[in-house]
Structures are given as C-alpha cells and as structure tokens.
C-alpha cells in the first residue's frame, strides 16, 4: 500500500499530527458527511472528517473500507 496515499489524522491519545491510519473505515454522518475510523497500529483509536471527494478517493484507493 502507498503511504502517500493513506489517510492521515491527529492522534489525540499521543498528540501527534498526521498519523497514517490503518484499517480505515470511511463511513458517512447523520448530516450527510463522510468519516473515516481506525487506528495507528499501536492500539491507539483514530477519527478522521474529511469531504466527500477525499472520502471516496480513499476507497477507490483502497486504502479504506466502505462502511455506508
């Protein structure tokens, strides 16, 4: 998988931006925006709101699952 391509968030449990998240699942809101949910691969959960246009480049990608 290319690491350029993954989806990046803040981690609040180590302060650290732009994490790489692993075993993504993009998801979509109850106001119609997309989500994404996983982890950083040290036990640490992650949460990512990003547009529409991001979202499912992302899955496309295959860096994330569809999880709507």
Do not use: R
Request: charged residues 30%.
């Amino acid at each position: 998988m290319d690491a350029t391509k993954m989806i990046k968030a803040y981690c609040l449990t180590t302060k650290e931006k732009n994490v790489p998240m692993q075993d993504a699942v993009v998801s979509k809101t109850a106001k119609g925006g997309y989500m994404a949910k996983g982890h950083d691969g040290k036990g640490n959960k992650m949460a990512a709101i990003m547009g529409e246009a991001k979202a499912l480049q992302a899955i496309k990608d295959g860096v994330a699952k569809k999880g709507f």
